[in-house]
């Protein structure tokens, strides 16, 4: 005797429900595992020239590979460590960009104008017109933002007593906005985009990086950047 119609029909509509349950974990294995091999293409690409290292992702690429091979994607932990590899990575290239990318904008003020070495997390570079004393500090962070300061050498007792040294920083702060200024319209002509921040009418006091000799001569007249054309932004 044959079924009725209505247990057929039930049957039939769990095999089409069996049926459209496989082909939705199937489209979720399919899209983990193109996002894990993307993710794992970013994480496991050569450095680019001029970058000497970057983060260790060594975990975050385990957890991508067993994504591959599962077709389940990461969630919790193991989604954390991947998002904080892939930030920790693009900030480390950013960073490296914007460093070659400073290193070719001050070499196009002319040779001996502006002197630039990298030192741990900033980039100093001296305008030979202001003699040696004082110098522009750009500190990089993690985000790509480049925040600025004008910086000079510890001053002697009799220095710190010298009305003048009060107007030399007054004018060195001054022309720091038109170096600013010009430094982010060179580096985004290379092709690197960059906040740049400082704080105005203030001089900090340090040491410039390792080869950024003191020039020994005298601040000498030579044509400025001209000031920028938007607002400063206190930090």
Do not use: N
């Not at 480049?146 to 060195?172: I, K, Q």
Request: charged letters at 30%; aromatic letters at 6%; proline letters at 6%.
């Amino acid at each position: 005797m044959g079924r009725r119609p209505t247990a057929v029909r039930r049957y039939l509509d769990e095999a089409a429900l069996i049926a459209h349950k496989e082909s939705e974990r199937a489209l979720l294995a399919d899209r983990a595992r193109q996002d894990a091999a993307l993710r794992l293409g970013a994480l496991q690409a050569a450095a680019p020239e001029g970058v000497d290292t970057l983060p260790d992702a060594s975990e975050a690429v385990e957890v991508l590979q067993r994504a591959l091979r599962t077709g389940v994607a990461p969630s919790g932990a193991a989604e954390r460590t991947v998002r904080q590899a892939l930030v920790s990575r693009s900030a480390a290239l950013q960073r490296a960009y914007l460093v070659a990318a400073l290193r070719r904008a001050t070499e196009q003020w002319g040779e001996g104008s502006v002197q630039g070495r990298m030192d741990a997390d900033h980039w100093d570079f001296a305008p030979a017109a202001w003699g040696g004393e004082y110098w522009l500090r750009v500190r990089l962070t993690s985000t790509g933002q480049a925040r600025v300061f004008t910086m000079r050498r510890p001053l002697t007792p009799e220095e710190e007593r010298d009305p003048a040294t009060a107007a030399r920083d007054a004018e060195r702060c001054a022309e720091s906005s038109g170096y600013v200024g010009e430094l982010g319209r060179l580096t985004e002509a290379e092709g690197v985009r960059a906040e740049f921040a400082w704080s105005t009418g203030q001089v900090r006091t340090g040491e410039p990086a390792p080869g950024l000799a003191r020039s020994g001569r005298k601040p000498s007249a030579r044509r400025r950047p001209a000031p920028p054309k938007y607002r400063d932004k206190d930090h």
